[in-house]
């Protein structure tokens, strides 16, 4: 069995849901299960409604109103073969309309932002399932969140993969022998049927977690660039593909924040050997980057840079050294706050970390740094430059300009946080 996942730049319009379509049709007689991620930028809005409706800032109703359009303008675009969407699309609108037409009494940010942010996934499955329904393909719309089994941490949740692979192995499997599989990813639900997210861009990783459960022979993330490149080729003139490339080499580029492929997807694929293709859904005859564990070493360096970025720095407000029990402290108060270092740097009386700017964990840990004595020292608006397999190369020319605030070096990988000057 084959697993395919096509993004939200996949499906961003009616073009696209025809192209998908295409794509299937190429694979008629082989079995296929398909998951696909919220069309276009959907979650962003989303996000944006779950923002408003938690907040109360009365911005609700219209965020609603684009949603609805966006979609709209698909079915509408799509013209008769949508016509069994519009009752779906209707129906998952009205759902989630009811839902953030109700006051918001719940306290947890991250529960009330997964019970929203999957309507998008459940929309986008549904048109296209319809889509090829009406073009005769024959295949069977299933609900991701009876399968993927997970804990209740919000936004980030866990796997319970015991559980998750039982269900996919004994009741999605004949199903999936028999017909195609549309299927959302990113969502799954915890113990008490509530609905629980993967992380942002998760979909990669719903997509090995069924490949890893179904024992799938590949699995192909359909995407809008050629394949893995070694850089950013919209931030970096020189980016070109590479053709093969390791697990684990992937699994540190993903790490460092390459955003071709979700971090957690390689893990279940590599366990059990499934080959991951990544290619592009606009040039579907080309080969792309295949990730297996037969990959010639990587003969290039690769570039990652992500921003805005920010580095805190923390000391003790009575002096005393950052030791083990004091970092034992910052890592259960940044791992419970879910924010990711992307590097790290001690000293014995500072402990400095990067990770990405996001505002709504801060207000938060400010306080719980103050209540540990710890004094905090931020610096937003930064930029961090991975180089992974090629220390030595063309850092000169990327850091021209800028201030080098923090350096890394190991034998594989150097890091860079710069600031502008
Ligand atoms: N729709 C979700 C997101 O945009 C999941 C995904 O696309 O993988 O983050
Ligand atoms: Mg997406």
Not at 23 to 37: K, M, N, P
Not at 101 to 116: A, H, K
Not at 136 to 155: E, G, K, P, S, V
Not at 185 to 212: K, Q
Request: glycine residues 4%; contains cysteine.
């Amino acid at each position: 069995m084959k697993i395919f996942k096509f993004g939200g730049a996949s499906v961003k319009d009616a073009e696209g849901v025809r192209n998908v379509a295409g794509i299937l049709s190429r694979y008629s007689g082989e079995q296929v299960l398909v998951v696909i991620s919220a069309m276009g930028k959907m979650t962003n809005m989303l996000e944006d409604l779950v923002h408003a409706y938690f907040h109360h800032t009365g911005s609700a109703i219209a965020i609603m109103k684009q949603i609805r359009e966006f979609h709209y303008q698909i079915l509408s675009d799509l013209g008769e073969d949508s016509i069994q969407s519009i009752n779906d699309v209707d129906n998952l609108l009205l759902e989630l309309e009811c839902l953030v037409e109700n006051p918001n009494n719940l306290e947890d940010f991250d529960f009330v932002y997964d019970q929203i942010v999957c309507f998008g996934e459940l929309i986008s499955t549904r048109i296209v399932s319809n889509y090829l329904l009406a073009k005769q393909t024959r295949n069977q719309w299933i609900d991701a969140r009876n399968f993927i089994l997970t804990d209740n941490r919000y936004r980030d949740s866990k796997i319970d993969w015991a559980k998750t692979e039982h269900l996919i192995s004994s009741r999605l499997k004949p199903l999936a022998e028999k017909n195609l599989v549309i299927t959302q990813g990113f969502i799954g639900r915890d113990s008490v049927n509530a609905t629980t997210t993967l992380g942002r861009e998760g979909s990669d990783y719903s997509a090995a977690i069924f490949a890893y459960c179904l024992h799938a022979e590949s699995v192909t993330i359909w995407k809008d660039v050629s394949g893995v490149m070694n850089a950013d080729p919209r931030k970096f003139a020189f980016a070109q593909l590479i053709p093969e490339l390791s697990y684990n080499d992937c699994i540190e580029l993903a790490y460092y924040g390459a955003s071709v492929i979700h971090p957690k997807t390689i893990q279940p694929l590599k366990a059990r050997n499934i080959p991951l293709y990544v290619r592009s859904f606009i040039h579907p005859d080309e080969m792309g980057t295949t990730v297996s564990n037969q990959a010639k070493p990587l003969n290039m360096p690769c570039y990652i840079h992500k921003s805005p970025q920010m580095m805190v720095e923390l000391s003790t407000r009575d002096f005393t050294f950052i030791v083990e029990d004091t970092l034992r402290e910052i890592f259960a108060m940044l791992a419970e706050n879910k924010v990711r270092c992307g590097i790290m740097q001690n000293s014995a009386i500072s402990f400095k970390f990067v990770s990405d700017q996001n505002e709504s964990r801060w207000s938060k840990l400010k306080v719980l740094f103050d209540n540990a004595g710890l004094v905090y020292e931020i610096k937003e608006h930064l930029e961090l430059l991975t180089v992974y397999n090629g220390v030595q190369t063309k850092t000169d020319e990327l850091t021209a300009g800028k201030k080098i605030l923090m350096q890394q070096n190991s034998a594989t990988t150097l890091h860079l946080v710069l600031s502008h000057q």
